[in-house]
């Protein structure tokens, strides 16, 4: 098939970005993916993968790589061939993205993907407020304020701290471009408009409303003070710019937790109730009440994750059964409130070395840890608050045992080599 090189990049942008917008919706994502696939094998001639690039896209690929290696661990091919099978894309990702790394606008994809998705989510909220009169009237009623995060997340199958984790990447680059349009003195309609769009990303994380997020964002907006504003403006101006925003931010948050009395309960007594109960939930009256999200709980799992996994740590259990060993060695410790839910690690690096042993957890290591480094080569702050972002959520989540996580990240990882490539850093100090 002919097509002219111009034609070809657009094709290939244009599925790029409609990947990235289509995150929250794993099937049309995975159709997507496929697409893109086939599209890069029909014209598979025109890449050109960099040889400077081997090693850092074997990292963006080595959770599939791992999934393929201790792939004799698994006791059910089906089971282990479906979690090999959610990380597939990340070959595509890492060969097809980083092969096309010279015609790839990266800042440009990058605010278009925050905008379409900061709307995409406006509009499946305005769906929600239709479809959930009567949640949206407990929230307004200040009854079950937990709920509609949740319930919201959930209406468009998802789960809320991937949704969050995924707004505050959004947030961030909204707060980036918002720099940049200063920076460059933009029409006060552009200005306006960025403005707008950063406040409303800001309100979807605090309507989502989970834990990691708050801390993510605002750490996030304070790399990309420090790292990019620098770049642009005197140590004066970037300090009192700093102290107006987070301000501003103190005050949204200040009317958000007034509005939302239940924001001072969820990150105080509701987080760290029972904290002297580890390892022994089953002591605390109505666990499921009291402690099904507390700390306590994750450290619980956490605890019984560590002590299974020094049993098996050249190898670890494998994908397919590492959560039903974990399952069975609750009941053998005679911890049934975790028995009775099965509760998975929530926690990325415990999970790798629950499945793959030793070298899980160091190859999981690289993988999310390879975002702040090409962050520091390229003094990108955006790449920093990405790996915030990333490792803190992974700290309390598993989120690459989930087609969202998975995509999120080995997308962007492959991203960010592709502006390592380029050379984009070399920013001069005006």
């Known amino acids: 098939m002919k097509i002219s090189d111009e034609n070809y990049q657009k094709g290939f942008n244009l599925l790029l970005l409609l990947i990235a917008s289509t995150f929250f919706f794993s099937k049309l994502c995975t159709w997507l993916i496929i697409v893109f696939a086939v599209y890069n094998l029909i014209f598979i001639r025109r890449n050109r993968f ?57 800042l440009k994809l990058l605010n278009a993907y925050a905008k379409t998705t900061t709307v995409i989510i406006v509009l499946l909220l305005v769906r929600f407020i239709i479809i959930e009169p009567e949640l949206i009237q407990k929230y307004v009623a200040h009854i079950d304020l937990w709920e509609l995060g949740y319930q919201f ?41 960025q403005g707008m769009t950063l406040i409303t990303s800001i309100l979807l994380i605090l309507i989502v409303n989970t834990r990691m997020s708050l801390l993510n964002v605002v750490i996030g907006f304070g790399i990309v003070i420090i790292v990019e504003a620098f770049k642009y403006y005197s140590t004066k101006k970037v300090i009192m710019g700093s102290l107006t925003f987070f301000a501003s931010m103190f005050l949204i948050l200040f009317f958000f937790v007034k509005l939302n009395p239940y924001m001072k309960e969820k990150y105080s007594s509701a987080t760290f109730a029972h904290i002297d109960k580890i390892g022994k939930l089953d002591e605390i009256e109505d666990p499921e009440k009291n402690v099904f999200n507390a700390l306590v709980t994750r450290l619980s799992i956490w605890k019984a994750a560590w002590e299974l996994s020094q049993k098996s740590l050249l190898t670890g259990y494998g994908s397919s059964d590492s959560k039903t060993e974990l399952a069975r060695y609750y009941e053998q410790t005679d911890q049934q409130f975790l028995a009775k839910y099965a509760f998975p690690t929530h926690n990325q690096f415990l999970d790798s070395l629950l499945k793959f042993g030793v070298l899980g957890l160091f190859s999981i290591s690289c993988y999310i840890f390879l975002s702040a480094y090409l962050g520091f080569k390229t003094h990108s702050g955006i790449m920093l608050a990405f790996f915030f972002n990333f490792f803190t959520s992974n700290l309390v989540d598993d989120f690459l045992i989930r087609f969202d996580g998975i995509v999120f990240s080995g997308f962007w990882l492959s991203l960010f080599v592709v502006y390592y490539l380029q050379g984009s850093h070399t920013i001069s100090r005006k």
Request: hydrophobic fraction near 55%; charged fraction near 15%.
């Open 50 to 106: 960099p040889k400077q690039a081997i090693v850092l896209s074997l990292i963006v690929a080595c959770p599939f790589l791992l999934e393929i290696l201790f792939f004799w661990k698994n006791d059910s091919f089906r089971l282990g061939w479906k979690a090999a099978e959610k990380s597939i894309s990340l070959l595509f990702f890492a060969y097809f993205i980083v092969s096309n790394y010279k015609h790839i606008p990266f």
């Open 153 to 193: 997340a959930d209406s468009f199958k998802n789960h809320a701290p991937a949704v969050n984790m995924h707004l505050t990447f959004v947030a961030v680059i909204n707060f980036y471009f918002l720099i940049q349009y200063l920076q460059q003195k933009t029409a006060m309609k552009w200005l306006v408009l």
